[in-house]
């Protein structure tokens, strides 16, 4: 798995991907999911891949293959970055018409997913969405963004953040973010990560990097967002019926919150808020025969005193057994 994210704002474009591809976890490398082609006079495109491997490497030599025949359509003489996601879709099908059946037998899975964007000259910056079936989406003002791969973790942020007046720099910020929340929850996403950027009717890259283990600036970036969210949970109110993140709130009654079990079969269901709680519970009362019943099988027992697991637990003491209990498990030795 890997993940790969695209954003688009007015002020530009911001491509990111991993670069660990893995089968299994005894079978983990690093590959390259970002290509660039920018001749700095007309056209910078950047494409982003995710998926089995050998399919998206095919797709990507067929299109370098093409980009070298002037007499056929390519990315070099598309005259739109449609009709380079056109391209990408084509190449895409080609590849899988030719090894569909090979990998079919042994059900291979085929799934693989393209990102495209960048900007040909007389045109603005687009952003496309390639699928497994060569279909593809386009960016919208609703929609400033896509990612392919492992996209749940690194979603939430983008989701909070992510709009077309966000500036270049934070979009960056935002994008390594993104990367690192993936990272620290998922196995099968790893750094180095690639990142660049693109100005508007600029067709050179305005930023480049490629981000190791050892970035200062990435891991920065990762300590700081820990601790800021960190300190902004610890700093959220706490619910009625509590006076701080760790102490509950002590009442006259001192009941505990809920309804005891006892009670449940004979009283009328009743939605009870945290702050009412401790006003509408009252303890429950123990019958006579109860109490009857607990006295003689207190006589019945030694004076040595025991202690249940869940009082121990809540106590923070040992458990002890009953001398009866003690003589029943010596006799099963």
């Known amino acids: 798995m890997t993940y790969c994210l695209a954003l688009k704002m007015n002020e530009g474009m911001v491509f990111a991907s991993d670069s660990r591809t893995n089968a299994g976890v005894d079978q983990i490398s690093s590959f390259k999911k970002m290509r660039t082609y920018n001749n700095g006079t007309d056209r910078v495109i950047v494409t982003l891949t995710s998926g089995n491997l050998s399919i998206t490497q095919s797709v990507v030599n067929l299109i370098e293959q093409r980009a070298n025949d002037p007499d056929v359509p390519n990315v070099w003489n598309a005259k739109s970055l449609f009709d380079v996601a056109t391209l990408f879709g084509e190449c895409l099908r080609e590849v899988r018409k030719e090894t569909a059946a090979y990998l079919d037998q042994t059900k291979v899975d085929m799934g693989v997913n393209f990102i495209v964007g960048g900007q040909v000259a007389g045109e603005p910056q687009r952003l496309f969405l390639i699928y497994s079936e060569g279909n593809f989406i386009e960016a919208t003002e609703e929609t400033p963004f896509f990612q392919i791969g492992e996209t749940k973790y690194g979603k939430p942020v983008l989701d909070r953040f992510m709009q077309p007046e966000t500036t270049l720099v934070n979009a960056i910020k935002?994008?390594?973010?993104?990367?690192?929340?993936?990272?620290?929850?998922?196995?099968?996403?790893?750094?180095?990560?690639?990142?660049?950027?693109?100005?508007?009717?600029?067709?050179?890259?305005?930023?480049?990097?490629?981000?190791?283990?050892?970035?200062?600036?990435?891991?920065?970036?990762?300590?700081?967002?820990?601790?800021?969210?960190?300190?902004?949970?610890?700093?959220?109110?706490?619910?009625?019926?509590?006076?701080?993140?760790?102490?509950?709130?002590?009442?006259?009654?001192?009941?505990?919150?809920?309804?005891?079990?006892?009670?449940?079969?004979?009283?009328?269901?009743?939605?009870?808020?945290?702050?009412?709680?401790?006003?509408?519970?009252?303890?429950?009362?123990?019958?006579?025969?109860?109490?009857?019943?607990?006295?003689?099988?207190?006589?019945?027992?030694?004076?040595?005193?025991?202690?249940?697991?869940?009082?121990?637990?809540?106590?923070?003491?040992?458990?002890?057994?009953?001398?009866?209990?003690?003589?029943?498990?010596?006799?099963?030795?």
């Open 174 to 333: 935002c994008a390594l973010v993104s990367l690192d929340s993936t990272v620290r929850s998922n196995i099968s996403v790893g750094l180095p990560i690639d990142l660049v950027s693109v100005k508007p009717n600029q067709f050179e890259f305005n930023s480049q990097y490629h981000i190791t283990e050892d970035d200062a600036y990435f891991s920065h970036i990762s300590t700081s967002w820990r601790e800021g969210l960190t300190t902004l949970f610890d700093g959220l109110p706490a619910p009625d019926g509590f006076e701080s993140n760790t102490q509950a709130a002590v009442t006259e009654s001192a009941q505990p919150l809920g309804t005891p079990v006892a009670q449940t079969s004979t009283q009328h269901s009743q939605t009870l808020t945290p702050a009412s709680v401790n006003a509408s519970v009252a303890p429950v009362q123990p019958s006579s025969t109860q109490t009857e019943a607990e006295s003689s099988s207190q006589d019945n027992q030694s004076s040595a005193p025991t202690t249940s697991l869940m009082h121990a637990a809540q106590n923070n003491q040992p458990a002890q057994r009953s001398p009866a209990v003690a003589a029943n498990q010596q006799n099963t030795k």
